[in-house]
């Protein structure tokens, strides 16, 4: 899909495409990393950008915003990326007070860029994301209400991980816009045919023996949220 995305100019310059890089299991325990990657996607933010570089980018976006929505935004985004000073900082604040004010900063960042155009996030591997990233995810479901956002989340169906209630919550709360898909194991067949595929030819390893068993294809599932309220430009279709 993202591929068919670059090469059409229409459907690049008619939809937002953010998609993250699967999440690694090392990250499970950095709070808000999944939120922290979807915000420097969607302001073009390089992960080498300074803190005063990424505030600058921040506001850059932000005053982009029409003016009654820009309260409140800015501090909580450039707080969990790391790019306030310490006198900017208020650290009387406690924790729920900015989880309130992050969930709802980041709710109306991506409502004003969905807003402009329509938008699809490709989620993968959350069953590693960290339990903070998963409840913004859920707080963002909201917006399959009203705004032209397609959201695909990827992952194992581990009924121990926080991306099951993620699952749950979407299912239960969002039934009408939510379709899921589940992805059995591939066969060993399957699996050599994948990585022939991805080395070009090459059979794994080189001297051509079958792919070992414990490398072959994972269950997992693919839960979509999508908005059916706002039609997408034809351009899209």
């Given at each position: 899909m993202h591929d068919l995305w670059q090469r059409d100019g229409a459907r690049s310059a008619a939809v937002q495409f953010w998609v993250h890089r699967p999440v690694a299991s090392y990250q499970a325990s950095e709070a808000y990393r999944v939120l922290k990657d979807q915000l420097r996607l969607m302001y073009a933010i390089p992960e080498s950008a300074t803190s005063q570089e990424t505030a600058a980018l921040l506001k850059e976006h932000i005053e982009t915003m029409p003016l009654p929505e820009q309260t409140g935004v800015f501090e909580p985004l450039a707080r969990v990326l790391g790019a306030l000073d310490e006198e900017e900082t208020d650290e009387t604040i406690d924790g729920e007070t900015f989880k309130r004010q992050l969930f709802a900063a980041t709710l109306a960042a991506v409502e004003a860029q969905v807003e402009r155009k329509p938008a699809v996030v490709v989620l993968d591997d959350l069953h590693w994301a960290d339990p903070a990233s998963i409840e913004v995810i859920q707080h963002l479901l909201q917006l399959v209400n009203t705004l032209p956002i397609l959201i695909l989340c990827a992952s194992r169906p581990d009924r121990g991980a926080d991306s099951w209630q993620l699952k749950e919550h979407a299912a239960e709360g969002y039934a009408d816009r939510y379709h899921e898909i589940l992805l059995r194991p591939l066969s060993d067949e399957d699996?050599?045919?994948?990585?022939?595929?991805?080395?070009?030819?090459?059979?794994?390893?080189?001297?051509?023996?079958?792919?070992?068993?414990?490398?072959?294809?994972?269950?997992?599932?693919?839960?979509?949220?999508?908005?059916?309220?706002?039609?997408?430009?034809?351009?899209?279709?």
């Open positions: 699996s050599q045919l994948m990585l022939d595929g991805l080395l070009s030819g090459m059979t794994w390893p080189a001297i051509g023996q079958p792919v070992p068993r414990n490398m072959a294809g994972m269950p997992g599932s693919a839960a979509i949220a999508t908005s059916m309220t706002v039609a997408m430009p034809s351009a899209i279709g």
